[in-house]
Antibody, heavy 121, light 107 residues
Framework: QLQLQESGPGLVKPLETLSLTCTVS??????????WGWIRQPPGKGLEWIGS???????YYNPSLKSRATISVDTSKNQFSLKLSPVTAADTAVYYC?????????????WGQGTLVTVSS | DIQMTQSPSTLSASIGDRVTITCRAS??????LAWYQQKPGKAPKLLIY???SLESGVPLRFSGSGSGTEFTLTISSLQPDDFATYYC?????????FGQGTKLEIK
């Protein structure tokens, strides 16, 4: 059974870098059938797509983040990561990693449980 | 960016009711639309993909329809477990975008 697990600091200071890792178990991140994405949800609000990556390293980002986001992959550890810099209080949110099935549903069928990141001094 | 607009924002209904949630896209997205259910403190769960295909394991009371710019999610007979927030999402083009959500409450 595929599982995704987010990890990283729960508190980040303004103007610093938010760094999160998604560890994938029960499946290979190097499969050509999937994109791997990050989605976030501010407290009490809706969902915002941050970006996606393919195992080869191709990436796509939400322009609303104004080039602050970077998604990378470590195939040896079966992990992919998100860096967001610099952060402000508006980046406080639950961050989810998820798998997009290219050849099947085309949408996000597997999600991590989410991790809350608070931006505060 | 493609804007996704859901209506209503809140819906009050009773067990056994048939309910419909609408999602409109600001431009055509063909059938590249998904519906998710989210409960408090949990990750979204995929219900419907490609506008009308039911994800494996999702009860048959859930159905989706539409194409182009108008889409609907229908629950044929509400069950206690269905009270949650529902989101539509387009994956026709980047950046992917979500509707603002519809909170389904018990009347």
């Amino acid at each position: 059974q595929l599982q995704l697990q987010e990890s990283g600091p729960g508190l980040v200071k303004p103007l610093e870098t938010l760094s999160l890792t998604c560890t994938v178990s029960g499946g290979s991140i190097s499969s050509s059938s999937y994109y791997w994405g990050w989605i976030r949800q501010p407290p009490g609000k809706g969902l915002e797509w941050i970006g996606s990556m393919y195992y080869s390293g191709s990436t796509y980002y939400n322009p609303s983040l104004k080039s602050r986001a970077t998604i990378s992959v470590d195939t040896s550890k079966n992990q992919f990561s998100l860096k967001l810099s610099p952060v402000t209080a508006a980046d406080t949110a639950v961050y989810y990693c998820a798998r997009q099935d290219i050849h099947g549903s085309g949408s996000y069928s597997y999600w991590g449980q989410g991790t809350l990141v608070t931006v505060s001094s | 960016d493609i804007q996704m607009t859901q209506s209503p924002s809140t819906l009050s209904a009773s067990i056994g009711d048939r309910v419909t949630i609408t999602c409109r896209a600001s431009q055509s997205i063909s059938s590249w639309l998904a519906w998710y259910q989210q409960k408090p403190g949990k990750a979204p769960k995929l219900l419907i993909y490609k506008a009308s295909s039911l994800e494996s394991g999702v009860p048959l009371r859930f159905s989706g329809s539409g194409s182009g710019t108008e889409f609907t999610l229908t629950i044929s007979s509400l069950q206690p477990d269905d009270f949650a927030t529902y989101y539509c999402q387009q994956y026709n083009s980047y950046p992917y975008t979500f509707g603002q959500g519809t909170k389904l409450e018990i009347k």
